[in-house]
Structures are given as structure tokens and as C-alpha cells.
């Protein structure tokens, strides 16, 4: 039997559950990143230029990275970025906490406004459920955050599993998180394809989970859309069983 797309229902047997990174795969976390900041800073009657996004999204990765490394606090890298990034664009930030709190939490509003899922992710997820693949969610992220992402995207209903590290306790790249996704699918990890944008996070742990890799950059100029890839891998793996 030769189902759309030109292979054997039999050949694609192989695998039985295809699951999902979320940002930066399915959702568009930079574009909604950049939406975000430029509203904020239009709204504080600042020119969104080049120069000044960059400087926004410098301050983010360092502040956050101070905040990883446990040197400040959450709430104390968001005051932080306020702090370093506003008055050279000629905004002076409130002096104290509560103020600076008040004014990231306006950036909060309109980053959460602008997010978008990738154009072709809603319609991905649903022709893969009609070609009988069970579909997982996982994602390294706050349970309460990645869920909201998920409705305000309307990809919420998309999964049969939807695993946040939060939730289950475990981290990608550890296996765990890996095992963990599949075994809410009832689908063994070795019939799993998982898609994803990280290579260390996703892809190797997915491997060291026995799952199959596939690794996409959909910010690349010359990515192969990711309904071609995930298909392409799902031919590939069928060919090898
Ligand atoms: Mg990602």
C-alpha cells in the first residue's frame, strides 16, 4: 500500500510517535522575542533600532546567565537589564525595586502578546495525527509559562503528551526526560523521532534516550522546511528497518 508521499505504509512502520522541542521548533521564540522588545520599547517612547534590540538581547543573556550561575537573583537580572540598557537610550529607569519590577513586567505583557508559533507547526503536527503518529511535547521549561505558550499559540490540543522539565522532574539532555515523554506516549523511546533545535539538549539526548535525532535551525535561510525534514526522517528510518 503507497500512502501520500509515495512510501509504503509498511516501510514507515518503524516508528510510532513523533515528538517536539518547543522554542525555537514549534514556536517562534526569537520573532516573538524581538515583537516583544520592541513594543516595550516603543511604548517607552524609544526607537526599537537595531542597536538598541541588540543591546536588549546582550543584556538578557548576560543577566540571565548571571542569574544561572547563581551569582543574582531571577528578579534581580530582570531589574539588571532595566538598569544597563535604558539609560543610554535616554530612559531613566525607577530607582527601586518595586518600580523596576512594575516596568519589566509592561516588557512581560508585550513579549507574551507577541507570541506566534512558526506558520507551519500547527498544520504539521495535525497531518502527522491523521498519518497515525502518537505526538509528545518536550520542553525544558516552566510548567505554568510553556502550557500558556502553548493555548495562546493554539497548540495546546496538538499532543497526546506534553512534558515540561518542571513537571516530570528531569532536564533534556538527560535520557530521563527522554524516557519520560515516551512512556506517557506508551510508545517504546526506539520508535520515537524527536525534533528539535539544540544539538547537545535535544538531539543528543534523544540518542542517549534510543530515540531517533533530527535537528533543525529554522532561523537558517536555506533550512529545508520542517515538514520536508521531519517526513524526509521518517522515509529515512522506515528505509533502515
Ligand atoms: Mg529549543
Not at 538527560?174 to 506517557?184: C, I, P
Request: aromatic fraction near 8%; glycine fraction near 10%.
Amino acid at each position: 500500500m503507497t500512502g501520500r508521499g509515495g512510501f509504503s505504509s509498511e516501510r514507515v512502520g518503524a516508528l510510532r510517535a513523533v515528538c517536539f522541542d518547543l522554542d525555537g521548533t514549534l514556536f517562534d521564540h526569537a520573532g516573538s522575542a524581538r515583537a516583544g522588545a520592541t513594543g516595550f520599547l516603543e511604548s517607552l517612547g524609544l526607537a526599537a533600532s537595531e542597536p538598541a534590540l541588540n543591546s536588549w538581547f546582550a543584556a538578557e543573556e548576560e543577566q540571565f546567565e548571571r542569574w544561572r550561575s547563581r551569582r543574582i537573583s531571577f528578579q534581580e537580572q530582570r531589574r539588571e537589564r532595566l538598569r544597563t540598557v535604558l539609560p543610554p537610550l535616554g530612559y531613566r529607569p525607577p530607582a527601586d525595586a518595586v518600580g523596576l519590577d512594575s516596568l519589566f513586567d509592561s516588557y512581560l505583557s508585550s513579549y507574551r502578546a507577541s507570541w506566534r508559533a512558526f506558520p507551519e507547526s500547527l498544520s504539521l503536527l495535525q497531518e502527522l495525527r491523521k498519518r497515525g503518529y502518537r505526538l509528545g511535547l518536550l520542553t525544558n521549561g516552566a510548567e505554568e509559562q510553556q502550557l500558556d505558550k502553548l493555548a495562546h499559540t493554539g497548540l495546546d490540543g496538538a499532543f497526546d503528551a506534553v512534558c515540561t522539565s518542571e513537571r516530570i522532574g528531569f532536564q533534556k539532555p538527560d535520557s530521563r526526560a527522554f524516557l519520560t515523554v515516551a512512556h506517557e506516549l506508551g510508545v517504546d523511546a526506539s520508535r520515537c523521532l524527536f525534533v528539535g533545535d539544540n544539538p547537545a539538549h535535544d538531539i543528543v539526548g534523544a540518542r542517549s534516550a534510543g530515540m531517533h535525532g533530527l535537528l533543525v535551525n529554522r532561523y537558517a535561510e536555506d533550512a529545508a522546511d520542517i515538514r520536508t525534514a521531519v517526513l524526509a526522517c521518517i522515509m529515512a528510518s522506515g528505509d533502515a528497518r
